[in-house]
């Protein structure tokens, strides 16, 4: 499934009735808890600080339409974010053409006044003439917002239909379901105040967004920064210190630019660094009036989150009976509380934590590191299903199948074609490799297939020991490495 | 005629022979059912050309024929499978050709005359590629038979993306004016003219668009929305400029502007300045006009004071300040605005708002000045004072004295942190077994990245392991080796491709049965010194065991030419010396160890650990190698056991007798580094030299290597960075301090010209190179080092500062930063030498301060106030004939640190008789906020 496409379907083009200032975002597909149907319906009401909400929807619009590197093909076709009501707050939700940054709007219950009719996730319109007018909108009186169709709307339907056709690449979607996993993993590192926010923001190189297309930072480094909290505000160091958050790719903060009146605050999390760490995501949190902006960055600007492999260990082994049960305990919570559903489940905290990991990977949970907790949506994909198939997974799958595999010990071979790799397993639990993804990226991108595939057969054979019997009884006769003597050309 | 009878046979030939014409005059007159027979023929060997034909890729009789190919399946493919054929080739006519492709398309399909002509163009123009115009040159072939077959057919012209991208195409291919006249032949291509705007990417024509709206050809209005909504959503620089440039020919009259106030508006926040710039103009001149309703300026003013640009913010003050001055009754509402920017991070926009705000302060009501007090808080102390005397203090501020009190403690800022830059006090342990080696070699950042440098504490774990192994456990050492060397460096090369001595290619090929003859690189590095240590270990041991370290071995003179002529720098040549001597000891005389491996991170050596190798070596009976001994030796810290020597010279080797000989003569005889001026002789002006310092005793041939006495020519001449492999060149940077761990600026000297060129962005092979991994990371380990921060360190660390890419100057922050954290920085001292250096080298701040400011941040104010005052009597008048570029921002933080920590001492020679000055540049400004902060009282 290299490439499924995706159709939304919506009554009529979202649209902002500037005189009467009203914004209806129209809906498609997706989930909803009350009354599922093809356009749900989840909020009517006023939205306060209307322009910091336009100007944040247009961050999040602008992240869907944005690739901050090229990648393949120009075909400009761009998913519209995904908005899911969890009851007391909306959150918009968007990830970028390239996969290598994740933008969400939280709006909290202070910034809605008004009715939620349903809890749920579905897909908004986002078009030209309503971006245009959100651009237009400045402060003032509240707006009127409208998720889902108008029932007034509804039963004039003049056949103002609505339909977009586009593709889904699997690492994309991937890479939406994982950033979740990745998010979870991510700790409060840097606090700013507004004032010290926004000279951080502006300090950062210029020209950043805009339409499509490779994006240069100034000058010749491009190298990933570290930015340290450094008194009241942060520094920026060229190599990773303990407590730093890395930075990579700079000019994907861009699209915080133009909310930069509206800042209150910024919070960034990363994953704990140490001098000598390989560049890691990172998530940047903007507090505007009633809302928060979440941006995630992937390590590197050419990066997309779907290679990072942050689950493969948990998919490789296997079995998600649990996720289903905790899956079919959650109802479109805000909060997601462990406690309570493994009260309700019966199974252990550390197993429903497990499980949470493994619906982060089906799309079927958020994470908000405000809360520090993971929210309930249903992405309207299905990306379950594309990193059940990802290749590094699969490749694994298959060397274990040709019994490619032989374990000695802490030591495996894994032969592929026409040579052998050497896995080494660490006291520790860690393991390594001698393929070039090792060499490249080391442990900090998930394991490489032979890891993977080394593991899976080591479950096999039971315990690790020092004494475990070999996996196969050797490979095929195909698959030997040949002798030294007889090498190859060079390839 | 062939036309008749055509068969496929004939077809083909005339493919092969990639003769179009022929194509064409044979597709005459064929009937549907001989087309019909072509069909799949034709389909078949297209694609066998494409698929199988990919090896001929660079003959042109493949191109030709591919391109016949594609021009023959016009015979008799049907539509579907005709537009892939079509857009799979590209139709480009090339400068011999005697037909074109595409003419010849037409032709053929015309003689074909089927109904679904309209329904190709169709697929066409939904193939062709969308977004940079630039990009879709390279469909401009199937852009022109799809034109070609729209006129055909007069269906209406295509909308798609790509096919009006292609259609405003580049200046170059059709001019403005004939665009224009295009478009007035035919009405039908208006429609085209508005899509252009919502595809980004595709260019603007203003000199073509502008002339047609004068007329009334377009509609005016659709052009300015359009060119307003292009610049919302941004994009890169040339094509904003090409929508403003249309955007400002059209002229907009007062009332279009005010129709459209808010999509204005909507341009202030862009990303880039240009846009934003557009509507701050044109919004001032509706308002000049009086035509701007009253209630949008604290939206726009709000916007645009936010913004980094300071004209923008400037331009916005003064319309502010105009609008006040114009109508009094306004005064409130301009104040309020005018206060967002105050909390800008210039000193001369807060002071220029304050003046607009002070101006008008009398038409404050009480809510306003309240307002005002409250946004005084983020200005700078003696702005904020004279903020407090127009509008007061915000409520519940205590009184002024005591809120600045606490601020000048160090609580404000906590102070440096130096434990997160400082690195590790222990080494990891050894490497215990060949696998693991190999794992260390395979999880190399440097081996394996690009843009990743050799980590000195690596390097020397790794080559410790590979002496041992080779003597401990050859035949595991070799056999973990096959692994690397069957695929390494993403390459499948056997080692000898990556080392420079034919010693080891040679063996190679006895060991692999290499069929090839080995080629021997004709550049030598240190990487290639690395690979042959590595090819020495992997090899067979047919000379283990000799006692001696061999005279002379096989292609030795080869080596030793090949590394006269790779004419590496002094650190590259003793790495480049040691690496080759392990590589040929490994093989002909194996030790079980190396004298010179560090006990401490920074590559210092405990006498006691290196008296114990030695007692090892005298009780198993072997020598040290030459040169691992004189680099144990380097590596000796400065205070040595005064017991050692003598129980060194009881042992009685010669290694011993050489560390007692060492240790009476003192250490290590010493090199002087001085600060070289150069002025008129070379360039860079000021580097710095390395002599001996005293005569006498034995100098170790290493340290010969380290003498910089002619830094011009060694500049001039010497591959320091080496254009072709610069990349590779700076990853051994790093290295290079744990040479001479103790003495730091030796080693610093010999960058010095690197950050130079870097400064001033000037020379040819090196520009960039400051800017790599290793480069920078160089600087923090120089801190780390030990030894006297000298005239070495100091022009490093001051071509570093200046440096032109932000990068750079963060790693030297960085490394001011890690020298203050160990009390090694004195920033009165290295000021001096900083304006000094910045003077005559007539170098600009750009940066600069931004750079210390950073510093300041981390809680080093102190030093970085030092060495500010210290550098500015150099910097300022008459000093110099003209203060340098940015001065301004060196003083601001100076005065900015200066009113946080009023620090004792004199006011820096110079200032006073330039704060003194009239007028209102920056930098006079700034000098007078200095002298009033340094002022007592």
């Known amino acids: 499934m290299a490439n499924t496409g995706y159709s939304y379907a919506y009554a009529c083009p979202s649209a902002l009735d500037e005189p009467a200032r009203r914004l209806g975002l129209q809906t498609s597909g997706g989930q909803a808890l009350i009354s599922p149907g093809p356009h749900p319906r989840f909020f009517t009401g006023f939205l306060a600080h209307p322009g910091a909400a336009a100007a944040g929807l247009l961050a999040v619009a602008r992240v869907a339409q944005e690739r901050y590197v090229l990648t393949g093909p120009a075909a400009?076709?761009?998913?519209?974010?995904?908005?899911?009501?969890?009851?007391?707050?909306?959150?918009?939700?968007?990830?970028?053409?390239?996969?290598?940054?994740?933008?969400?709007?939280?709006?909290?219950?202070?910034a809605l006044d008004g009715e939620v009719h349903d809890r749920g996730t579905t897909n908004v319109d986002v078009n030209e003439p309503l971006r245009r007018a959100l651009a237009r909108v400045g402060g003032g009186d509240p707006l009127h917002l409208a998720v889902g169709p108008d029932e007034l709307a509804v039963t004039t339907l003049d056949g103002r239909?609505?339909?977009?056709?586009?593709?889904?690449?699997?690492?994309?979607?991937?890479?939406?379901?994982?950033?979740?996993?990745?998010?979870?993993?991510?700790?409060?590192?840097?606090?700013?105040?507004?004032?010290?926010?926004?000279?951080?923001?502006?300090?950062?190189?210029?020209?950043?967004?805009?339409s499509a297309g490779t994006r240069v930072a100034r000058g010749r480094w491009r190298g990933a920064q570290w930015v340290v909290p450094a008194g009241r505000g942060v520094r920026i160091d060229v190599e990773p210190v303990p407590g730093a958050v890395c930075l990579a790719g700079a000019h994907r903060l861009?699209?915080?630019?133009?909310?930069?009146?509206?800042?209150?605050?910024?919070?960034?999390?990363?994953?704990?660094?140490?001098?000598?760490?390989?560049?890691?995501?990172?998530?940047?949190?903007?507090?505007?009036?009633?809302?928060?902006?979440?941006?995630?960055?992937?390590?590197?600007?050419?990066?997309?989150?779907?290679?990072?492999?942050?689950?493969?260990?948990?998919?490789?082994?296997?079995?998600?009976?649990?996720?289903?049960?905790?899956?079919?305990?959650?109802?479109?919570?805000?909060?997601?509380?462990?406690?309570?559903?493994?009260?309700?489940?019966?199974l252990a905290a550390a197993r429903v934590r497990e499980a949470l990991v493994r619906l982060g990977t089906m799309g079927r949970v958020g994470y908000d590191l405000a809360e520090a907790a993971y929210f309930h949506r249903e992405l309207p994909y299905d990306p379950g299903r594309a990193e059940q198939d990802n290749p590094r997974l699969r490749d694994a799958r298959a060397l274990v199948a040709a019994g490619a595999v032989t374990v000695d010990g802490d030591l495996v071979t894994v032969w592929v074609t026409d040579h052998a790799r050497q896995v080494r397993f660490a006291p520790g639990g860690g393991a390594s490799c001698t393929c070039d993804w090792w060499e490249k990226y080391r442990d900090s991108r998930g394991s490489c297939k032979h890891v993977l595939a080394a593991r899976m057969a080591r479950d096999e054979v039971g315990a690790p020991g020092p004494a475990g019997p070999s996996a196969s009884a050797g490979a095929p006769e195909s698959m030997r490495v040949p002798e030294p003597g007889a090498r190859g050309g060079v390839r | 005629m062939i036309a008749a009878t055509l068969e496929w046979s004939g077809l083909k030939a005339l493919i092969d022979a990639g003769d179009v014409a022929g194509i064409v005059q044979a597709s005459r007159d064929l009937s549907a059912e001989q087309r019909r027979a072509l069909a799949d023929p034709l389909a078949a060997y297209e694609r066998w050309l494409r698929v199988a034909g990919w090896r001929e890729m660079f003959s042109s009789e493949f191109w030709s024929a591919i391109r016949a190919a594609h021009v023959a399946c016009a015979i008799s493919l049907p539509p579907a499978k005709l537009a892939v054929a079509l857009t799979r080739g590209d139709l480009f006519r090339m400068p011999d050709d005697p037909v074109d492709p595409v003419a010849a398309v037409l032709e053929i399909l015309r003689a074909r005359d089927m109904p679904w002509l309209a329904d190709l163009a169709d697929r066409l123009a939904q193939w062709l590629p969308a977004g940079d115009a630039r990009r879709a040159g390279a469909a401009a072939g199937v852009w022109r038979l799809t034109a070609a077959l729209v006129a055909t057919t007069g269906i209406d012209p295509p909308l798609t993306e790509g096919y009006v991208t292609g259609w405003a195409g580049v200046p170059w291919e059709r001019t403005d004016e004939e665009l224009a006249d295009e478009i007035r032949r035919d009405r039908r291509l208006t429609p085209l003219v508005q899509r252009l705007f919502e595809?980004?990417?595709?260019?603007?024509?203003?000199?073509?668009?502008?002339?047609?709206?004068?007329?009334?050809?377009?509609?005016r209005s659709v052009l300015i929305d359009g060119g307003l909504a292009r610049l919302q959503r941004g994009g890169p620089p040339w094509q904003l400029e090409q929508v403003i440039s249309l955007l400002d020919a059209l002229a907009p009259s007062l009332d279009e502007v005010a129709q459209r106030t808010a999509d204005y508006m909507a341009l202030l926040p862009a990303s880039h300045r240009l846009p934003a710039e557009l509507g701050q103009r044109e919004l001032r001149r509706l308002d000049d006009a009086g035509r701007l309703e009253p209630g949008l300026l604290a939206d726009i003013s709000a916007t645009v004071l936010y913004r980094r640009e300071h004209k923008l913010v400037r331009a916005q003050l003064d319309w502010l300040d105009a609008i006040a001055r114009r109508d009094p009754a306004r005064g409130a509402e301009v104040l309020r605005a005018v206060a967002t920017a105050f909390g800008q991070e210039s000193a001369d926009l807060q002071r220029r708002a304050l003046t607009v705000a002070r101006r008008h302060a009398r038409h404050a009501d009480a809510r306003t000045r309240a307002e005002l007090a409250e946004a005084a808080v983020a200005l700078r102390p003696e702005l904020r004072e004279r903020a407090a005397a127009a509008f007061g203090r915000p409520a519940g501020a205590v009184a002024p004295e005591a809120d600045d009190m606490p601020r000048r403690t160090a609580k404000r800022v906590p102070p440096l942190a130096a434990e997160p830059l400082a690195v590790p006090d222990r080494l990891a342990d050894p490497i215990g077994s060949p696998a693991e080696l190999v794992a260390e070699l395979h999880g190399s950042d440097a081996l394996n990245r690009w843009d990743a440098s050799f980590d000195p504490v690596?390097?020397?774990?790794?080559?410790?392991?590979?002496?041992?192994?080779?003597?401990?456990?050859?035949?595991?050492?070799?056999?973990?080796?096959?692994?690397?060397?069957?695929?390494?460096?993403?390459?499948?090369?056997?080692?000898?491709?990556?080392?420079?001595?034919?010693?080891?290619?040679?063996?190679?090929?006895?060991?692999?049965?290499?069929?090839?003859a080995p080629r021997l690189l004709d550049y030598l590095s240190e990487t290639t010194e690395l690979w042959s240590v590595i090819g020495s270990a992997a090899t067979a041991p047919d000379c283990l065991g000799a006692e001696r370290f061999p005279e002379s071995v096989a292609g030795e003179s080869?080596?030793?030419?090949?590394?006269?002529?790779?004419?590496?720098?002094?650190?590259?040549?003793?790495?480049?010396?040691?690496?080759?001597?392990?590589?040929?000891?490994?093989?002909?005389?194996?030790?079980?160890?190396?004298?010179?491996?560090?006990?401490?991170?920074?590559?210092?050596?405990?006498?006691?650990?290196?008296?114990?190798?030695?007692?090892?070596?005298?009780?198993?009976?072997w020598e040290p190698w030459e040169l691992d001994l004189e680099q144990a030796l380097l590596r000796l810290p400065p205070d040595v056991d005064p017991a050692t020597g003598p129980?060194?010279?009881?042992?009685?080797?010669?290694?011993?007798?050489?560390?007692?000989?060492?240790?009476?003569?003192?250490?290590?005889?010493?090199?002087?580094?001085?600060?070289?001026?150069?002025?008129?002789?070379?360039?860079?002006?000021?580097?710095?030299?390395?002599?001996?310092?005293?005569?006498?005793?034995?100098?170790?041939?290493?340290?010969?290597?380290?003498?910089?006495?002619?830094?011009?020519?060694?500049?001039r001449s010497a591959r320091i960075v080496p254009a072709w492999d610069d990349y590779r060149c700076a990853a051994w940077f790093p290295c290079w301090p744990a040479m001479l761990p103790a003495h730091r600026d030796v080693i610093a000297a010999h960058l010095v010209p690197l950050f130079a060129i870097e400064a001033a962005s000037r020379g040819y092979r090196s520009r960039g190179v400051a800017a790599r991994n290793g480069s920078m990371r160089v600087l923090s380990l120089l801190a780390h080092a030990d030894g006297p921060a000298g005239p070495g360190l100091t022009l490093v660390l001051g071509y570093g500062l200046t440096g032109r890419e932000r990068a750079v100057q963060e790693a030297a922050v960085r490394a001011l930063l890690i020298l203050v954290g160990r009390g090694q920085f004195d920033g009165v001292a290295f000021g001096r030498e900083f304006g000094a250096l910045i003077a005559s080298e007539g170098l600009p701040l750009s940066g600069v301060g931004l750079a210390l400011r950073q510093a300041r941040q981390a809680g080093a104010g102190g030093p970085v106030w030092g060495l500010i005052a210290a550098a500015l009597p150099a910097l300022l008048p008459p000093a110099v004939a003209r203060p340098p570029h940015n001065l301004s921002e060196l003083i601001e933080l100076g005065a900015d640190i200066a009113e946080d920590v009023r620090p004792a001492g004199p006011v820096p020679a110079g200032l006073a008789e330039v704060a003194a000055r009239r007028g209102a540049a920056r930098y006079v400004q700034e000098a007078r906020r200095l002298v009033k902060a340094l002022s007592p009282g």
């Open chain 2, 458 to 516: 690596w390097a020397e774990r790794v080559l410790a392991a590979l002496v041992a192994f080779s003597s401990q456990d050859r035949a595991g050492l070799r056999h973990a080796l096959r692994g690397l060397s069957d695929r390494f460096f993403g390459y499948d090369m056997p080692l000898s491709r990556w080392t420079g001595h034919p010693d080891w290619a040679a063996r190679e090929k006895t060991m692999f049965g290499e069929p090839t």
């Open chain 2, 199 to 219: 595809v980004d990417g595709a260019a603007i024509r203003a000199g073509a668009f502008v002339p047609l709206a004068w007329e009334g050809v377009l509609d």
């Open chain 1, 76 to 110: 400009a076709m761009f998913r519209d974010p995904v908005v899911t009501c969890n009851g007391d707050r909306l959150r918009f939700e968007s990830f970028s053409g390239c996969g290598g940054v994740y933008a969400r709007l939280d709006v909290l219950s202070g």
């Open chain 1, 161 to 210: 239909e609505v339909e977009k056709k586009v593709p889904l690449p699997a690492r994309w979607l991937r890479g939406f379901a994982e950033i979740q996993v990745i998010m979870a993993r991510c700790d409060l590192r840097a606090e700013l105040t507004a004032t010290e926010a926004v000279r951080f923001l502006r300090s950062l190189p210029a020209g950043a967004a805009g």
């Open chain 1, 254 to 346: 861009g699209a915080l630019a133009p909310l930069l009146r509206y800042v209150r605050g910024l919070r960034a999390y990363g994953p704990a660094v140490t001098a000598g760490s390989l560049p890691c995501a990172s998530a940047w949190e903007v507090d505007l009036p009633g809302m928060r902006l979440t941006l995630g960055l992937s390590p590197e600007a050419h990066r997309g989150f779907s290679g990072e492999g942050a689950v493969l260990e948990a998919l490789a082994a296997g079995a998600d009976g649990d996720a289903d049960l905790i899956g079919a305990l959650l109802a479109f919570e805000p909060r997601v509380e462990t406690d309570s559903l493994a009260e309700r489940s019966g």
């Open chain 2, 558 to 621: 080869t080596w030793q030419r090949a590394f006269a002529e790779s004419e590496p720098s002094g650190p590259q040549r003793i790495l480049m010396r040691r690496l080759h001597e392990i590589s040929i000891g490994i093989s002909y005389a194996p030790r079980p160890l190396l004298m010179a491996t560090p006990t401490s991170p920074s590559g210092l050596l405990d006498p006691g650990v290196l008296l114990a190798r030695i007692e090892r070596a005298a009780d198993e009976g």
């Open chain 2, 647 to 715: 129980r060194a010279r009881r042992l009685g080797t010669t290694a011993a007798g050489r560390l007692a000989a060492w240790l009476d003569g003192g250490g290590m005889p010493g090199l002087e580094v001085t600060r070289w001026d150069t002025r008129g002789d070379t360039w860079p002006g000021t580097v710095a030299a390395v002599t001996p310092a005293r005569a006498g005793g034995p100098v170790p041939s290493l340290l010969s290597d380290l003498e910089l006495a002619e830094p011009g020519r060694w500049l």
